[in-house]
């Protein structure tokens, strides 16, 4: 099954519909009922099915389809292809987080004496911002009947998670004026404009991390604001017109995105721009908010929590700064917890792999669950 899944591309960029109907046909073969929320655009969709009695009480297993491009990175096989070398498999979305997902299909002929459902839940376009949970969520609400717990199956190395950061991403463009690079005093540089306000994010991360608290559960135990993607320029010897950069803001639990985003604001209107308009009044500096995902942070004695404890055996609880789609199931009101197999490290990465030994654990952790649900 996880071959299946990752030999179906679905970078965020585009569809995810193959990986839809590959499992909307499989969960009909198992006799499953299968429904869609698609997307504005038509070419991606959500979907979510019951497997079991249409009861409260079931849990959802909750994983996103999309992956992350392989653009510019340095794979030494297909990434759209399992290998299988030294006890690990590796390719695009084994770890993040086709694992998890390939596990809760593959057992689903084992689900025949469920006396209280699991509801399988699948979501588009995380990994740009979390975009596609909200509206599954909501179609969840009013379809099903009241879930005690959802399990979100990010890469935990099937520890179980209790809290994360938030994410909050934004897009930033500068509009300069054009000049010889030689006369800067007639120019103004949308490059070298983008390049202060991402130096105001780098010295306002390293605020954050000289303030860090000791003992913090998170790691890194601060918020970070971080520049990815930066365009801009024509040549070296004109001053830019255009750059444009991405940022995303990831927070502590008590620390607000919007805070440090409006600080960022404040400096490109109160500094940056009357600098820029001296020179030449059709320039300025214009934000988009792209996503905006709150954390999340479960009591040890939630539903979703102690079923976690008892089907993995521990008793210790992990935060993570990575952000997901937890927050936003606890947000709609449900009891949430964090636990998939494979490893947050591997994510994003080059050869990205899952070790077979995470893979046995995963099945094992859902074959409990479906034995606690009958």
């Known amino acids: 099954m996880l071959e299946a899944l990752v030999g179906l591309p679905t970078v965020s960029r ?8 590959f499992v909307s046909a499989y969960l009909a073969d198992c006799g499953v009922t299968v429904d869609l929320v698609q997307s504005d655009c038509g070419g991606k969709a959500n979907l979510y099915a019951t497997i079991g009695p249409q009861a409260s009480g079931g849990v959802v297993l909750s994983g996103h389809t999309d992956v992350v491009p392989v653009d510019d990175q340095d794979w030494h096989s297909d990434p759209f292809q399992i ?39 699948l979501s588009y ?28 199956g990010e890469p935990t190395e099937m520890r179980v998670v209790t809290a994360h950061k938030s994410m909050f991403i934004f897009e930033t463009r500068v509009l300069g004026h054009e000049a010889h690079s030689s006369k800067q005093d007639q120019g103004v540089p949308a490059v070298m404009v983008a390049g ?53 803001i990831r927070t502590l639990p008590g620390e607000q995105p919007m805070d440090f985003f409006r600080e960022l604001e404040s400096y490109a209107r109160e500094e940056l721009e009357p600098e820029m308009h001296a020179v030449h009044p059709d320039t300025g500096i214009s934000f988009e908010i792209k996503a905006d995902v709150p954390g999340f942070t479960a009591g040890e004695d939630e539903p979703a929590v102690l079923l976690a404890k008892q ?40 050869d990205e792999y899952i070790t077979l030994d995470q893979l046995e654990q995963g099945t094992e952790f859902i074959r409990r669950l479906i034995d606690k649900l009958s």
């Open 311 to 350: 089907l993995t055996g521990q008793n210790a609880t992990e935060a993570v700064a990575y952000g997901a789609e937890a927050g936003q199931f606890q947000a709609a009101g449900l009891s949430v917890v964090m636990c998939g197999p494979g490893s947050i490290a591997q994510a994003h990465q080059p």
């Open 125 to 152: 376009d995380e990994e740009v911002g979390c975009l596609g949970a909200p509206r599954l969520i909501e179609a969840l609400l009013d379809a099903l009947p009241d879930p005690s717990a959802v399990i979100v």
């Open 83 to 121: 290998v299988e070398r030294n006890g690990r498999l590796y390719g695009r979305g084994t770890s993040d987080m086709k694992a998890f997902i390939a596990i809760a299909l593959a057992l689903v002929p084992e689900m025949g004496r469920l006396k209280r459902p699991i509801h399988l839940a």
């Open 14 to 21: 585009d569809s995810n519909l193959a990986l839809i109907d």
């Open 196 to 248: 202060r306000l991402i130096n105001w994010l780098a010295e306002r991360q390293q605020q954050n991390r000289d303030r860090a608290e000791q003992g913090c559960e998170f790691e890194p135990a601060y918020s970070t604001l971080h520049c990815g993607v930066v365009q801009g320029g024509t040549a070296q010897n004109i001053t830019a017109r255009h750059c444009r950069f991405i940022t995303d």
